[in-house]
């Protein structure tokens, strides 16, 4: 996804690719695994309000961003915060895209075959089927309540398409950096369908689904990630607070996708479909709702500090090695 290169550019990249790259597979899921489009999330964890923070020396927001739309892969509408003019990268968060359509001609064409080096993609699924294939024969479905973490190290090609022909397409894109030390590591996935990511619970109704990371003392489904991120979908209930510690050092976004918040104190709403970047000041970050409930993405992670060198899909360390 987000890339643009002249055509036979592209196919040598991948012939080369294809050619020479071992693969560690992947999970293969069937449709049949999927069902029809429902999906079951984990039971949750009952947190008990002794282990629930109720407040935080809240980090303030450096920046609220509104997403802007565009077209990408085969013509798929989505709508980018992070990796525009704007905002290039907000180290080691390279970029963010929502997707989020019922009409089909905005996401039929899908993403057909494409590169990617150097970093990692992650897709989180909250309506739709779409199919994964790479050039090592590997596939996965990737159903409503998904997360794949997909670190694609020396290289993949691999595709993105849509399963469906009519009905709601819905979530998100974001691409992380790999260190230098891990940029020439073997691809590898970590796909998991939503009975199998952690979700708690907290008694003022706060609902938080972790993909990475951990809240309240429970880990995340995705594990072994050299950033050590934090990525949780949090649901916030009207009139209600929501405390959360984000790790020392750690660059951290909150993106609201629905409804509308108060973030890290501000007296201004983020409104659906804007990304607060957070500065570094606090222990974490604490949002609220008033009339209006909210969902939103947050997400940390161990910035690299490292030079980079970018070319669509294709992300190192210097101009050499790119």
């Not at 080096?117 to 050039?135: N, P, S």
């Not at 970047?277 to 690299?304: C, H, K, N, W, Y």
């Not at 070319?311 to 790119?322: A, D, I, Q, R, S």
């Amino acid at each position: 996804q987000s890339f643009k290169m002249q055509p036979f550019f592209a196919y040598f990249v991948a012939f080369t690719l294809a050619a020479s790259i071992p693969y560690i597979s992947s999970q293969d899921i069937s449709k049949e695994q999927i069902g029809d489009c429902t999906h079951s999330e984990m039971l949750a964890t009952k947190i008990p309000a002794s282990q629930v923070l109720t407040s935080i020396k809240s980090r303030g927001v450096q920046r609220t961003l509104k997403s802007s739309a565009q077209r990408e892969g085969a013509g798929v509408i989505i709508h980018r915060t992070i990796g525009t003019r704007s905002v290039d990268h907000f180290d080691p968060f390279l970029l963010l895209d929502e997707f989020n359509t019922e009409n089909a001609d905005d996401y039929i064409d899908g993403f057909p075959d494409h590169p990617h080096r150097g970093f990692e993609t992650v897709t989180y699924m909250l309506d739709g089927l779409m199919e994964h294939r790479d050039h090592g024969g590997n596939k996965g479905l990737l159903g409503p309540g998904s997360v794949q973490w997909m670190t694609a190290g020396r290289g993949i090609i691999h595709s993105e398409m849509p399963q469906q022909d009519k009905g709601k397409m819905h979530g998100f894109q974001m691409w992380i950096n790999l260190p230098a030390k891990d940029k020439m590591i073997p691809p590898r996935y970590q796909d998991y369908q939503a009975d199998s990511i952690p979700v708690v619970e907290l008694e003022n109704g706060v609902r938080i689904k972790i993909m990475a990371g951990e809240s309240h003392g429970v880990s995340g489904a995705v594990n072994g990630i050299s950033t050590t991120p934090l990525y949780i979908d949090v649901t916030l209930p009207p009139s209600t607070s929501f405390h959360h510690p984000i790790p020392a050092g750690h660059n951290a976004w909150c993106y609201v996708f629905d409804g509308e918040a108060f973030i890290a104190g501000s007296k201004s709403k983020t409104p659906i479909g804007h990304l607060a970047l957070l500065d570094q000041q606090g222990d974490g970050i604490e949002v609220r709702t008033e009339a209006s409930p909210a969902r939103f993405l947050l997400a940390a992670a161990q910035p690299l500090n490292e030079p980079m060198v970018r070319y669509g899909p294709f992300v190192m360390n210097t101009h050499k090695e790119l």
